[in-house]
Nanobody
Framework: QVQLVESGGGWVQAGGSLRLSCAASGRTNTLTSMAWFRQAPGYEREFVGLLTWRTNNTLYGNSLKGRITISRADAKDTVYLQMDGLEPEDTAVYYC??????????????WGQGTQVTVSS
């Protein structure tokens, strides 16, 4: 069992920045990947990026590539999603996810509660 708690969402003007966090607890030794997804109304859940749990390598999806950085605070098992140059089309609920496999599809074992990001023009 792994628990994920998200925070950091909110409102920002176009061109602004936000940093989301995802704190993991429980049996984190079973994890190989911590990922971020987003979902807007009427759209499927979309891959944002991931970090490999044991080596801290990163992989970014196409939509936000170049505007995001995923990093980890090892001591607290917390992963951050830094987003810069946000655009209105980035408005969505952002979810962190964790699992025992590396995946770019929303097939993860554990999910955070989601946090709303709203970008105004």
């Amino acid at each position: 069992q792994v628990q994920l708690v998200e925070s950091g969402g909110g409102w920002v003007q176009a061109g602004g920045s936000l940093r989301l966090s995802c704190a993991a607890s429980g049996r984190t030794n079973t994890l190989t990947s911590m990922a971020w997804f987003r979902q807007a109304p009427g759209y499927e859940r979309e891959f944002v990026g991931l970090l490999t749990w044991r080596t801290n390598n990163t992989l970014y999806g196409n939509s936000l590539k170049g505007r995001i950085t995923i990093s980890r605070a090892d001591a607290k098992d917390t992963v951050y999603l830094q987003m810069d140059g946000l655009e209105p089309e980035d408005t969505a609920v952002y979810y962190c996810a964790a699992g025992a496999r590396l995946r770019t599809t929303p097939d993860y074992d554990y999910w955070g509660q989601g946090t709303q990001v709203t970008v105004s023009s």
